[in-house]
T-cell receptor, first 114, second 117 residues
Framework: AQSVTQLDSHVSVSEGTPVLLRCNYS??????LFWYVQHPNKGLQLLLKYTSAATLVKGINGFEAEFKKSETSFHLTKPSAHMSDAAEYFCVAYSGAGSYQLTFGKGTKLSVIP | EAGVAQSPRYKIIEKRQSVAFWCNPI?????LYWYQQILGQGPKLLIQFQNNGVVDDSQLPKDRFSAERLKGVDSTLKIQPAKLEDSAVYLC???????????????FGEGSWLTVV
């Protein structure tokens, strides 16, 4: 069984300051990990994915995430927040062991203050 | 490249009525998924198809939900009769292959928003 925990349900940052969205996972197998973003009334868009290659993964719009096996974490960061980053972010795990299901965290809502 | 298309985008129905949602995946994608996203939660897989066959429907409430993908392309998700707790966003997604390994990205549509009153 696997699970994903997003440690903050809501994060608020000022425009131009760094963003940190925290995610921990639990899996019996080495998972693939993803971050998806969902803007209001829009579908989910893939930001980046980790699939057992480089542990530091770069995604779209300046986001990146680092896979830390020892900490079972996959935190999402961005050096400088932009107003357009305001959205809901989901950390997602996939193990491929016995099931093709994606396991979603509950989401973190990012607010960006002008 | 056209994305995953869903319709209708919004639907309001009374409890015990029926509703159907349609999804057209990205061209060439063999795998199609239906997810349910309740407000404040992450999406939950309802059913997964590979071509026109069901791969996983373990979390589909089969007493009221049904889905089909008869020709292995577009798909319909039906709810009958609807309950208040079915109010959610129904997301359709597609991918070229099974799973979410390195070479297979899952793409989501914009969702169909259902309100049951």
């Amino acid at each position: 069984a696997q699970s994903v925990t997003q440690l903050d349900s809501h994060v608020s940052v000022s425009e131009g300051t760094p963003v940190l969205l925290r995610c921990n996972y639990s899996s019996s197998y080495s998972p693939s990990l993803f971050w998806y973003v969902q803007h209001p009334n829009k579908g989910l868009q893939l930001l980046l994915k980790y699939t057992s290659a480089a542990t530091l993964v770069k995604g779209i719009n300046g986001f990146e995430a680092e896979f830390k096996k020892s900490e079972t974490s996959f935190h999402l960061t961005k050096p400088s927040a932009h107003m357009s980053d305001a959205a809901e972010y989901f950390c997602v795990a996939y193990s491929g062991a016995g099931s093709y299901q994606l396991t979603f965290g509950k989401g973190t809502k990012l607010s960006v203050i002008p | 490249e056209a994305g995953v298309a869903q319709s209708p985008r919004y639907k309001i129905i009374e409890k015990r009525q029926s509703v159907a949602f349609w999804c057209n995946p990205i061209s060439g994608h063999a795998t199609l998924y239906w997810y349910q996203q309740i407000l404040g939660q992450g999406p939950k897989l309802l059913i997964q198809f590979q071509n026109n066959g069901v791969v996983d429907d373990s979390q589909l409430p089969k007493d009221r939900f049904s889905a089909e993908r008869l020709k292995g392309v577009d798909s319909t998700l039906k709810i009958q009769p609807a309950k208040l707790e079915d109010s959610a966003v129904y997301l359709c997604a597609s991918s070229y292959g099974l799973g979410a390994n390195s070479g297979n990205t899952i793409y989501f549509g914009e969702g169909s928003w259902l309100t049951v009153v």
